[in-house]
Every structure is written in C-alpha cells, then in structure tokens.
C-alpha cells in the first residue's frame, strides 16, 4: 500500500524510471557515475511530480477517485517541487560538467543551456492543465524536441572531441 503514501509513492514512480536509465547502463556496460544517477534521479523525481500535477489539474475534483494519493497534493506546491526540483537538476549536471577535466568541459557546459530550456519549457507545458500524458509533453511538442535535440547535439560534440 506504498502507492497510498504521498511522496513515497512519487519516489517509488521515480525509481522506475531509473531503473530504465540502469537497464541501459548495464547493456551497453557503461558504469554510470555518481552525477550521471544524481541528475537522472532529480529527472525522473521532475518527470513524477509533473505527472501527479497534470492527474491533479487536468482531472479536478475527480482526481481523488482516480488515484486516492492525489488528496494530500496541492497544486501549488507540486509546481514549486517541480521547478525545485528542476534546479537542482541544472545544479548536479554543471556539477558534473565543470568537474571533466578533459576537451569535452566546454561543451558540456554549454548543452547545460538548452537543457535549462527544456526543463522550463517542460513546466510551461505542465502547468497548462492539459490532460496529455507527461511523456506527450516531452516528445510532441516542437520546441521541447528542439531544446533536447540541441542538448543531445552540444553533448555528443563534446563526446567526439
């Protein structure tokens, strides 16, 4: 009855998505660092408030029977936790980048920007009280692909340097 459990529960819908992030690690054996689970962590914990926000939102009063944990959410603060949250993504992944000590640092920093700009396009998305599913969100909307195919771009020059 973890599921019934505010917070608990958006930590457990996190950890899914992490263990897709490890899944991939370990099939392409590719130790992931400590940064790299850091900053898909706070991603993943983003990705699951902004979905309690949108159920909450989208649905209204009848949000309640649609999952019971939504009662103890308030809108408000599911946003605050969202941007929270979102900066501290942003924190971890300049961490990250300014701790290489190799040719790919500059780059790096710099995809730090449109990963900026992805994540608060992705709150402007959320907070429209739309009914999309989140992953929608991420993967339908032009400039959402824009800012993440500029991100992957910038980051995988830095790879090739």
């Not at 019934?4 to 996190?14: D, N, R, Y």
């Not at 899914?16 to 690690?25: C, D, E, Q, S, W």
């Given at each position: 009855?973890?599921k019934?459990?505010?917070?608990?529960?958006?930590?457990?819908?996190?950890s899914?998505?992490?263990?897709?992030?490890?899944?991939?690690?370990a099939?392409?054996?590719?130790?992931?660092?400590?940064?790299?689970?850091?900053?898909?962590?706070?991603?993943?914990l983003?990705v699951?408030?902004?979905?309690?926000?949108?159920?909450?939102a989208?649905?209204?009063?009848?949000a309640?029977?649609?999952?019971?944990?939504?009662?103890?959410?308030?809108?408000?603060?599911?946003?605050a936790?969202?941007w929270?949250?979102?900066?501290?993504?942003?924190?971890?992944?300049?961490?990250?980048?300014?701790g290489?000590?190799?040719?790919?640092q500059?780059?790096?920093?710099?995809?730090?920007v449109?990963?900026?700009?992805?994540?608060?396009?992705f709150?402007?998305?959320?907070?429209?009280?739309?009914?999309?599913?989140?992953?929608?969100?991420l993967?339908?909307n032009?400039?959402?692909?824009?800012?993440?195919?500029?991100?992957?771009?910038?980051?995988?020059?830095?790879?090739q340097v």
């Open positions: 009855m973890l019934h459990i505010p917070v608990v529960e958006l930590i457990f819908v996190a899914g998505f992490l263990l897709r992030v490890l899944g991939g690690a099939a392409t054996h590719v130790p992931p660092s400590v940064w790299f689970l850091v900053v898909c962590s706070l991603g993943a983003g699951a408030i902004a979905k309690r926000y949108t159920e909450l989208g649905l209204g009063p009848a309640i029977q649609h999952r019971p944990v939504l009662r103890y959410y308030r809108p408000a603060a599911l946003l936790a969202e929270l949250i979102g900066l501290g993504m942003i924190a971890a992944y300049l961490a990250w980048a300014a290489e000590r190799t040719d790919a500059p780059w790096h920093l710099i995809s730090a449109p990963l900026a700009a992805a994540l608060i396009r709150g402007m998305l959320t907070k429209r009280h739309t009914t999309a599913p989140v992953e929608d969100l993967t339908r032009g400039l959402m692909l824009t800012c993440e195919l500029t991100w992957l771009a910038l980051f995988v020059t830095g790879l």
